[in-house]
């Protein structure tokens, strides 16, 4: 999915994916060329990307990817569909925020979307702390101040999306 | 309402109305500006009988001033707050503080209860104002502390109360009277993780027990999880799409 955002902002080379991946990305683990020709071939089977006519005498690097409506749609929904809260970091809701900025789309609402699905099961987990014993009391607990520290995250990054567009820009 | 009626004492009395769609509060197009700052830019914004709405958004939105609006402390530039079928943004002062003073009732984050009083003279100043005799007046503060585990704390004047205890006082104050509406600001915003969870607890079971409208202003996820529902201010506007 990060690909075909990455290809909504204009087509570009397979290899000029790969570091712009790397750079926005790749903190932790740098994608391997393997791995981005695998995703732009499922991309192309299901007609979200488009390959541009090839450059004469090149090899398979030189092939330059296009993205389709069908793509553009598959990036829309993947933006504003809030991932399941879990108690863990939200690497995913990162790189939508950060396709959304490059985009030019509506990264405030995603972020608005995700702290109400967190809300949501926050509230769920505060009901089901109600009356419980204390060892599910604690487990529930557990779960809360990991979402809230999720929240506080999503609140600092809607409060400096400029700031993030302007460092991923450069 | 008209001021006349005395106002109705929590303990014992049934929720009048169960939390339903009914719109209790009704705000349009709030406008606020103070001076060259614009603290609301046009909030619309409906709150049912009932129900517990917690009010998020970043330092300086405006939140504060919102539920100033909605609690008649403070007066619209422009746009509309109607409270059960009466419209507050045009009454008078002197009528507004009547409203306040016979169904709502007030939450502050600090600095609320007055130092030199018990606790159990803090609680019963609404009833005191309402007209009712200082007997009966503090025989039902002294009730309702009980019920908030604070009896051993009657006789303490708040700066010898905990956070926790104080702010659990300040609700038995702002309850005492049975109003139908709640409005707390912050009212966890001092307090650790244990003593907010006291007072929520507390707050969300007599609110809920009372069938009270709870609005409440906290930048705590773990105060607003006890919430029905969350609306965001955020540069004096709130943001739609996300409502129930
Ligand atoms: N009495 C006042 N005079 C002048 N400016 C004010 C006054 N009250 C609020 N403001 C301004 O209006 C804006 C909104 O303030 P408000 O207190 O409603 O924010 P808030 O969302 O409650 O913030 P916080 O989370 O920090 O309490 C701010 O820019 C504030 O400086
Ligand atoms: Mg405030």
């Known amino acids: 999915m990060i690909l075909l955002g990455l290809l909504e902002t204009g087509s570009a080379y397979g290899y000029d994916l790969k570091h712009r991946y790397d750079r926005l990305f790749g903190l932790r683990k740098r994608l391997a060329f393997g791995q981005i020709y695998a995703t732009l071939a499922r991309l192309m089977r299901d007609n979200c990307i488009e390959e541009l006519a090839a450059e004469a005498g090149h090899g398979p690097e030189r092939r330059r990817y296009h993205i389709t409506d069908t793509g553009l749609r598959r990036v829309e929904s993947w933006l504003f569909t809030p991932d399941i809260p879990h108690e863990n970091l939200q690497s995913n809701l990162f790189a939508k925020t950060v396709i959304a900025l490059l985009i030019d789309?509506?990264?405030?609402?995603?972020?608005?979307?995700q702290r109400h699905a967190h809300l949501e099961r926050m509230r769920q987990l505060t009901s089901e702390k109600r009356g419980a014993d204390f060892a599910t009391a604690a487990l529930c607990d557990h779960a809360l101040f990991h979402l809230e520290a999720d929240l506080r995250w999503i609140d600092l990054i809607s409060a400096r999306l400029r700031d993030l567009r302007e460092s991923i820009e450069r | 309402m008209n001021s006349s009626a005395p106002p109705s004492t929590l303990p014992g009395i049934p929720p009048a109305t169960s939390p339903g769609a009914t719109p209790l509060i009704t705000a349009r197009d709030l406008h606020l500006a103070f001076g060259l700052t614009e603290a609301l830019r046009g909030v619309d914004l409906t709150i049912r009988s009932g129900?517990?709405?917690?009010?998020?958004?970043?330092?300086?939105?405006?939140?504060?001033?919102?539920?100033?609006?909605?609690?008649?402390?403070?007066?619209?530039?422009?746009?509309?707050?109607?409270?059960?079928?009466?419209?507050?943004?045009?009454?008078?002062?002197?009528?507004?503080?009547?409203?306040?003073?016979?169904e709502f009732g007030f939450v502050f984050q600090f600095g609320q209860l007055l130092p030199d009083l018990s606790a159990l003279d803090n609680v019963s100043i609404p009833l005191l104002l309402g007209g009712m005799s200082r007997r009966e007046?503090?025989?039902r503060s002294e009730e309702l502390l009980g019920s908030f585990g604070l009896s051993s704390?009657?006789?303490k004047r708040p700066p010898q109360l905990s956070g926790g205890q104080a702010q659990r006082v300040a609700l038995a104050r702002a309850l005492v009277a049975g109003p139908?509406?709640?409005?707390?600001?912050?009212?966890?915003?001092?307090l650790d993780s244990l003593s907010s969870e006291q007072v929520m607890e507390m707050l969300a079971a007599t609110v809920r027990g009372f069938g009270v409208t709870l609005v409440v202003v906290t930048h705590d996820a773990r105060t607003a999880a006890y919430a029905d529902r969350e609306v965001i201010v955020?540069?004096?506007?709130?943001?739609?799409?996300?409502?129930?």
């Open chain 1, 105 to 113: 789309d509506d990264a405030e609402r995603l972020l608005d979307g």
């Open chain 2, 51 to 102: 129900e517990i709405l917690a009010i998020m958004g970043p330092s300086g939105s405006g939140k504060s001033t919102l539920l100033h609006i909605l609690a008649g402390v403070l007066v619209p530039d422009r746009g509309s707050v109607v409270y059960n079928g009466q419209r507050i943004s045009t009454m008078n002062e002197a009528e507004r503080a009547r409203l306040r003073l016979a």
């Open chain 2, 137 to 139: 007046a503090l025989a």
């Open chain 2, 153 to 155: 704390c009657k006789d």
């Open chain 2, 180 to 190: 139908r509406v709640l409005f707390a600001d912050e009212p966890t915003g001092s």
């Open chain 2, 234 to 244: 955020r540069d004096g506007q709130i943001r739609s799409g996300f409502e129930l």
